[in-house]
């Protein structure tokens, strides 16, 4: 059973689209990533809504 998916968020810092990979056996979760197009911290969080993966990028503090 593949739990990977895919899904496409908006970097805070340069406005591209990026794309993230998810762990769906832990659907709760917030990791810090560098954007690989201009190289700064992201920190995204996931969370389960209305039976949807949601994930929302932010700049780091
Ligand atoms: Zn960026």
Not at 2 to 22: A, F, Q
Request: charged share 20%.
């Amino acid at each position: 059973m593949i739990l990977k998916v895919t899904t496409k968020v908006r970097c805070p810092h340069c406005g591209k689209s990026l794309i993230v990979n998810l762990d769906l056996s832990q659907p709760e979760d917030t990791w810090i990533e560098d954007c690989p197009i201009c190289k700064q911290s992201i920190h995204y969080s996931s969370a389960m809504a209305n039976g949807k993966l949601e994930v929302t990028a932010q700049q780091t503090k």
